[in-house]
């Protein structure tokens, strides 16, 4: 079955670079959420979309952005890159209304800031 | 937002069952309580969901006392490939107008010996 999908996997910028990250959830799953996990941190929520319109925001830096689009997949828009920025980015889907609170997240897409 | 509170680390052998109780003392009516198990750089995945009293699927049972203030992972008869840091999330991905988010807390990092 197809899972999500993050692009790309891996990505090594410099300082005051930007970045931008992919995410293409499981088909007709039409919210996502995005996630920043630190070496050694929990995952921190950064931002969700629902139906291609923000749902919620987290600790989300004024320095990023986000949105999803018409076919679901969303977009996370990194400017001006420190190296705190360095980490591990999981996007995870999920269709509301089933209620069976199950995320599902890719694999990741691991920055390094140099 | 409800606040969780787990062990930071348990130690088992194989075979054992282990059991990760995890605190959520303002939980709300409407939240759910649902467990992800993370291995080193790759995206949580689903364990186990419930609302209240016990629920078991073929990995793991989960028991939640009435007052929901709390709830258990039990994993029966670990292996080694269980050795993962497991997280209690508390939240209600399909809660009215507003979608929840799913915060992660500090999880537990849980270590199988032969």
């Known amino acids: 079955a197809a899972g999500v999908i993050q692009s790309p996997r891996h990505l090594i910028k410099e300082k005051r670079e930007t970045a931008t990250l992919k995410c293409y959830p499981i088909p007709r799953h039409d919210t996502v959420y995005w996630y920043q996990q630190g070496p050694g941190q929990d995952p921190q929520f950064l931002i969700s979309?629902?139906?291609?319109?923000?749902?919620d925001k987290g600790s989300i830096p004024d320095r990023f952005s986000a949105q999803q689009f018409s076919d679901y997949h969303s977009e996370l828009n990194m400017s001006s890159l420190e190296l705190g920025d360095s980490a591990l980015y999981f996007c995870?889907?999920?269709?509301?209304?089933?209620?069976?609170?199950?995320?599902?997240f890719g694999e990741g897409s691991r920055l390094t800031v140099l | 937002l409800a606040k969780t509170t787990q062990p930071i680390s348990m130690d088992s052998y194989e075979g054992q069952e282990v059991n990760i109780t995890c605190s959520h003392n303002n939980i709300a009516t409407n939240d759910y309580i649902t467990w992800y198990q993370q291995f080193p750089s790759q995206g949580p995945r689903f364990i186990i969901q419930g609302y209240k009293t016990k629920v078991t699927n073929e990995v793991a049972s989960l028991f939640i006392p009435a007052d929901r203030k709390s709830s258990t992972l039990s994993l029966p008869r670990v292996s080694l490939s269980d050795t993962a840091v497991y997280y209690c999330l508390v939240g209600d991905l399909d809660r009215g107008s507003t979608l929840g988010r799913l915060y992660f807390g500090r999880g537990t990092q849980l270590t199988v010996w032969p």
């Open positions: 995870a889907g999920y269709k509301k209304g089933i209620n069976t609170g199950e995320l599902f």
């Open positions: 979309f629902y139906e291609k319109m923000q749902s």
